[in-house]
Nanobody, 120 residues
């Protein structure tokens, strides 16, 4: 059984910082894509930052220069330091990964989400 273990969400003031982390727990062969999405009140879920094999990292325009996605050498854990937080960054941040199991089958997993709230 594969799960995504997320942490780091909290309540902060405008201009503050948080660091989200997401780790793949369980046996997999390889991670091909891994990243963070968020759903803000009244809005559809959107990409925040996603790393992909051969494709580098893609960021939402709204977070460029403030958020930086990093991975471990094994690519099974990602970190998202978030600086200069704004009220519009408030939302449920969910980790997603596309992996290969040991039979070369692609598998897509979502975490349960971690809440980020930025107070004005």
């Amino acid at each position: 059984q594969v799960q995504l273990v997320e942490s780091g969400g909290d309540l902060v003031q405008t201009g503050g910082s948080l660091k989200l982390s997401c780790a793949v727990a369980g046996k997999i062969f390889r991670v091909n894509r891994m990243g963070w999405y968020r759903q803000s009140p009244g809005k559809a879920r959107e990409v925040v930052a996603v790393w992909e094999v051969g494709g580098g990292t893609t960021y939402s325009d709204s977070v460029k220069g403030r958020f930086t996605l990093s991975t471990t050498d094994a690519k099974f854990t990602i970190y998202l330091p978030m600086n200069g937080l704004r009220p519009e960054d408030t939302g449920l941040y969910s980790c997603n990964t596309l992996v290969e199991d040991f039979r070369d089958n692609p598998r897509d997993y979502w975490g349960q989400g971690t809440q980020v709230t930025v107070a004005s």
